[in-house]
């Protein structure tokens, strides 16, 4: 199967249920953080919590270690998947135990402990709900924390009235748990080996935290005499104290619960005495408590990921799956789609990578468009998209470049890796951009003939069902160049950026953003200046990228210190500038840039806010619109701007409560990912064309939503700026 085929039979079986399921949770998650009044300081109190745990690990360990030792435990490091079930199978061995009951472990997944066992003809029963009908289905799970969330309840009602031999079908969702629960309560009683993971792990007491929606984590542990505990390394923060955050935040981030079902705080071996389930003689007083307990803490290229600068935040995830479920991709495919061998969602690129390795993480890694909405839903801030770029990069440089020898005298990228020749395509959209300019419209008529839409999609991968971009054969700093000012005594003065697309493209939302700064009395230049480097980073071409950036800093920072501010259509590049140039320029350039740098509606409003009059604006005239606000304009808080602003025009604004509208620049144009960008733009569409919305004029402020838009829908689209701008020339 291709994977587009393979994407698009995923969204047919598994995509509404993980659709229904995720957006619940998100839901969830927006009322219950909306509750906390100190979410943000929840969240940096927990980041800093894990920078520091992760820096200190050695010491941290080394503390652990004595501490279980003097619970009467042992701690047991291992190195990797098979150091790791070595120890656990002599364990099991050793306590001549048949059957081991399991809970609440991805770590165990990630070491593939049950095939280990059952080699050695161990029974190994999944006790949590979701896991077990996966055991029971043999399939994979597919989300981390609600692992058969791709399965509806007919789905399951039908597995288990297949696989059991049942007096009368099951149907409701009651009569399926209570079978699970009789079925597993069962085979947990006569088990001698309890296995759990753990979410966090306490270096001064040796006290463990579980977090679970069901009892059978404290039931494994409850029944039987021996516990092995299995987690990865990162696990381990220094005090009990510390797990507070991650507490109040876990299950809001994941499943949107104040607080999960059960919060289990053991410090094993636990004192309570076991109970033996054949004997209903004795009292419980009278039974002992000669319980056993291993911790297995697991490296398994965690320690290298630990020295690794890009890869070392991927130790801060606390597993929460807030990144798979803000993802707008991940909800129409799912973990079987969107993730590797254990991990999935946006975090899992940095942990298949950093544990599996890069093969395993280039098989989804291209499934992240870097909309940095998981960033914002993140609770120890970890900067995903970055992570998934570098990743990207990576792989890149794994890649045979068979097309080396074409593309390098063609392209002035800095790679010195191999990138595919798509990836090198839409990276370098500069090249072509200029290229297409100079030769339009001659070049929007070749690009769009049959036989070149036929070769781009066999050669670059480029759907032919996607309209391609129609460059304008003059230029946005062409025009500009071209034109007087009509500002005498300017109120401030900004230079507008040239993004590749205003400038060789959507040239008319740049020419509608000068005339409506004018009109406010900005002084307005438009120079020339290289692209952000935002095509190339997400490609994974980070040199090129570097270079981009140094560029445009080099040509914006002038502008700055002259006393201009610098206004910015493309939302993503305004990201660009504050988030990813972070990465790539030295500090004070990326904060004098990020500092002086604002998306054009947010200046707008500010110069509205601070004394400009909204007469000078064109004025609504009773026009009701329907407004879709880009992505990372969104996880900059910056979408309320546009808002206020044409609500002071006087129109009546619709705003998208759609969160993504699954175009996010090439994502949308690639062959294999175009049914899923349509799908996620779907939901867009619908809003956009029901009964309340299907009159209104359509504006959106990216240039991907704008071309996304086009498609979907009927009726032209434009950028907010334009409304303002109305016929002034
Ligand atoms: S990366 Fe952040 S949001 Fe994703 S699972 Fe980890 S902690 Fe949760």
């Known amino acids: 199967m291709s994977d587009a085929e393979e994407l698009r039979h995923l969204m047919a079986t598994e995509g509404d249920a993980i659709s229904l399921n995720t957006k619940g949770f998100n839901r969830g998650r927006y009322d219950s953080v909306s509750r906390l009044d100190d979410y943000d300081e929840l969240k940096d109190k927990a980041r800093a919590i ?45 306590r001549e135990a048949e059957r081991v009951v399991k809970s609440k472990s991805m770590t165990s997944e990630e070491i593939e402990v049950n095939e280990a066992l059952e080699a050695d003809g161990v029974e190994v029963v999944e006790t949590d709900l979701g896991e077990w009908v996966l055991q029971v289905a043999d399939e994979a799970p597919s989300h981390i924390v609600a692992p058969a969330i791709h399965k509806s309840r007919d789905a399951i009602a039908e597995l288990f009235n297949e696989r059991f031999d049942l007096d009368e079908p099951l149907e409701t969702a009651e009569e399926l748990t209570q079978f699970a629960r009789e079925q597993l309560g069962e085979l947990i009683e006569d088990a001698q080996v309890g296995m759990t993971g753990a979410n966090f792990v306490t270096a001064d007491t040796g006290t463990m935290a579980l977090v679970t929606s069901e009892g059978n984590a404290r039931k494994t542990v409850a029944a039987t005499d021996t516990q092995i505990a299995v987690a990865g390394v990162e696990k381990v923060v220094p005090t009990v104290e510390d797990m507070q955050p991650f507490v109040e935040l876990i299950g809001r981030s994941g499943t949107g619960q104040d607080i999960t079902a059960y919060l289990s705080l053991l410090t094993p071996p636990v004192g309570t005495p076991n109970v033996d389930f054949g004997d209903d003689e004795t009292p419980l007083s009278e039974l002992d408590a000669d319980r056993d307990f291993h911790l297995v803490l697991i490296d398994n290229g965690r320690m290298a990921m630990r020295e690794d600068d890009d890869l070392r935040e991927t130790l801060y995830c606390i597993r929460c799956s807030a990144c798979s479920n803000s993802c707008a991709n991940f909800q129409q495919v799912g973990g079987h789609a969107f993730g590797g061998e254990t991990y999935s969602g946006g ?24 909309c940095s909405r998981c960033v914002d839903a993140c609770p120890v801030k970890i900067d995903i998209p970055w992570i998934n770029t570098v990743v ?21 990228d800095e790679e010195d890796t191999s990138p595919s020749l798509q990836k090198r395509f839409f990276g370098n959209f500069e090249t072509v951009a200029k290229v297409g300019s100079a030769l339009a419209p001659a070049s929007n008529w070749l690009a769009n003939t049959t036989v070149s839409r036929q070769a781009m999609q066999r050669v670059l991968g480029v759907d032919a069902r996607r309209e391609l971009p129609k460059f304008t054969r003059e230029t946005l700093v062409e025009w500009f160049a071209d034109r007087e000012t009509a500002v005498r005594n300017p109120d401030r003065r900004a230079v507008l950026y040239p993004d590749l697309y205003t400038n060789h493209v ?14 406010l009395n900005i002084d307005v230049v438009v120079p020339k200046v290289a692209s952000s480097g935002r095509a190339p980073l997400s490609q994974g071409m980070v040199s090129t990228a570097r270079d981009h950036a140094e560029r445009v800093s080099a040509a914006l920072l002038p502008h700055i210190e002259d006393g201009r501010d610098v206004v910015v259509i493309e939302p993503s590049d305004l990201a660009m500038f504050h988030r990813e140039y972070k990465r790539l320029l030295d500090q004070s350039t990326h904060e004098s840039l990020a500092g002086n740098s604002y998306e054009v509606m947010e200046y707008v409003y500010g110069l509205l806010e601070n004394g400009a009059s909204v007469d000078i604006l064109t004025p609504a005239m009773g026009e009701r619109v329907a407004y879709h606000s880009h992505c990372q304009q969104r996880t900059l808080g910056l979408e309320g701007h546009t808002t206020a602003v044409l609500e002071r025009c006087g129109y009546d604004v619709l705003t998208s409560d759609v969160e993504c509208c699954g175009m996010a620049g090439s994502f949308g144009y690639k062959s294999d990912y175009y049914d899923v960008s349509v799908a996620v733009g779907n939901d867009l569409r619908d809003q956009f064309t029901d009964a309340d919305a299907s009159d209104r004029t359509v504006v959106a402020s990216g240039t991907s939503c704008l071309e996304q838009l086009d498609d979907l829908l009927e009726r032209p689209t434009r950028h907010p700026i334009q409304l303002l701008a109305g016929d002034r020339r």
């Open 50 to 94: 894990k920078e520091d745990a992760i820096e200190r690990l050695p010491e941290l360990i080394d503390q652990l270690e004595e501490t279980i030792a003097e619970n009467g435990g042992t701690l047991y490091i291992a190195d990797d998947e098979d150091d790791a079930n070595e120890y656990i199978r002599e364990v099991v061995a050793d």
């Open 347 to 370: 975090i899992a690129t940095g942990w298949e990578a950093g544990i599996e390795g890069l093969d395993t993480a280039a098989e989804f890694n291209d499934l992240c468009t870097g």
């Open 392 to 412: 990207r990069d990576r792989i890149n440089g794994e890649k045979e470049g068979q097309f080396d020898f074409l593309v390098d005298g063609l392209t002035p």
């Open 506 to 519: 959507q040239v008319e939302r740049g020419k509608a953003a000068v005339r409506v700064l004018e009109a």
